[in-house]
């Protein structure tokens, strides 16, 4: 018998400032369970005991909660979009971008935005933002070893001209990581960058409540710029976007409506 499950994620959040409530809370309880039956505990109490006295199992636990799945280029019809019609769209009312990837996972999503850009503009005037709640998987993100599975969708000319293979792995450029700053964030509880021309945020708010929906939508709502756009993931479209003050610009792309003050 595991115990109390409440008490667990009152815990859990007092020591990780991750708050379980905010995540659908069958599918997440399912995936904890699992966790901890494989590590040989059989309450969340005497699990929880061990996270406070193992940092090796606290980070493995947190990489593993976070869901961390990544890969460059994810649904490739989109980052066509995203350059053939979002990009210029932006560029129209600024030379330069500030971009933020959310919820960047190992990397992929703010290298790939990086790689993109290249195509408008030189990377020394390329800077993206990336930031993610598990400090492990920046870590990993800073590192820049890939595995070739990951590259399935990336254009070959990027591989050719910003990796290095290294046995079975590829390796990312540093004029690439160069223009990626990672920071730690936790969506639910961190204060959001402002005037963000292009926030990106994939596969992640899937996982998350209708009530954590709207408070990170709101969010992005606000970190926005005049034109900013958000690009979804492709299971997380959001319906009822007028209620977060957002409008479709394409599938998967949000602008910010317009206050009044700004028309």
Known sequence: MLGDYELFKKDFLK???LDLSFYKERQMKRRINS???RKGHSTYKSFFNSLTLDKKLYDEFINYLTINVSEFFRNPTQWDVLEREILPYLFNYSSTLKVWSAACSTGEEPYSLVMLLSKFLDLN???VLATDVDTSAIDKAKLGLYSEKSLTNLPKDFISKYFKKI???FKISEEIKNCVQFEHHNLLKDRYPLNC???VCRNVLIYFTEDAKDIVYKNFNHSLSEYGILFVGSTEQIIMSQKYKL???KTFFYKRVKKDSEI
């Open 15 to 17: 020591l990780s400032g």
């Open 35 to 37: 966790f901890i039956s």
């Open 125 to 127: 005037k390329i800077k």
């Open 167 to 169: 046995n079975n792995s």
């Open 197 to 199: 021309d292009l926030i």
């Open 247 to 249: 409008e479709p610009v």
